[in-house]
């Protein structure tokens, strides 16, 4: 049972290079999120998805883009990748009829721009 | 921006002994729940609790929501080396986002 998977899981970047991070699940969910943590700050919403065609950002979404093509994937594109962005970041989903909001996380991308 | 102020940040106990964790705001939320996250890995759903006052029990976990829904605790007795790991308390919202917000965690070390 894969549940969420992301890929890859380290990445170094350089300072205006640009990547996406890839997220699949095979849950049926309909919501999906993308969070990055850093340290002693929690998790922080950058964009989610209440379904295929449809996203919204989250509490901190620039600098980054999201599409939502097919209910399992949900992928982070970073286009000019900055300092700032170095973080560990985690795809969620949800499912459709979930009373409240439990979320099923990957095991997160290690990404240090340098 | 509804924010959720985990305490103590940090916490390192012996094995065998009892400790709580506690997590708080000003806001109401719909729900609460609390997550355990190992090194490398996601986070993991321990506990979803919905109604004021209510009290749940996993093992020798015991989580209490708020009467008002503003604040949560979790209680671990009796812990064990196995217990280590960031434990983060996060707050839903109504509506059809279900968005989610996080506390900053607490860091929990349990030395055999």
């Known amino acids: 049972n894969a549940g969420v998977t992301q890929t890859p899981k380290f990445r170094i970047l350089k300072i205006g290079q640009s990547m996406t991070l890839q997220c699949t699940q095979d849950?049926?969910?309909?919501?999906m999120y993308w969070y990055r943590q850093d340290p002693g700050m929690g998790l922080k919403l950058i964009y989610y998805?209440?379904?295929?065609?449809?996203?919204d950002k989250g509490e901190v979404p620039n600098g980054y883009n999201v599409s939502r093509s097919t209910t399992e994937d949900f992928p982070l594109r970073l286009e000019l990748a900055a300092p700032s962005q170095t973080s560990v970041y985690f795809c969620?989903?949800?499912?459709?009829?979930?009373?409240?909001?439990?979320?099923?996380f990957g095991q997160g991308t290690r990404l240090t721009v340098v | 921006t509804q924010l959720l102020e985990q305490s103590p940040q940090f916490l390192s106990i012996q094995e065998g002994e009892n400790l709580t964790v506690y997590c708080n705001s000003s806001?109401?939320?719909?729900?609460l729940q609390w997550y355990r996250q190992e090194p490398g890995e996601g986070p993991v759903l321990l506990v979803t609790?919905?109604?004021?006052?209510e009290v749940k029990k996993l093992k020798r976990l015991t989580f209490q929501f708020g009467d008002a829904r503003k604040d949560s605790s979790l209680h671990i007795t009796a812990a064990q080396p196995g217990d280590t790991g960031l434990y983060l308390c996060?707050?839903?919202?109504?509506?059809?986002?279900?968005?989610?917000?996080f506390g900053s965690g607490t860091q929990l070390t349990v030395l055999p």
């Open positions: 609790v919905v109604t004021g006052g």
């Open positions: 969620a989903s949800s499912p459709p009829r979930a009373l409240n909001t439990e979320a099923f």
């Open positions: 806001s109401v939320f719909s729900s």
């Open positions: 849950m049926n969910h309909n919501y």
């Open positions: 996060a707050g839903a919202r109504g509506g059809s986002a279900r968005q989610l917000t």
């Open positions: 998805s209440v379904g295929a065609g449809i996203t």
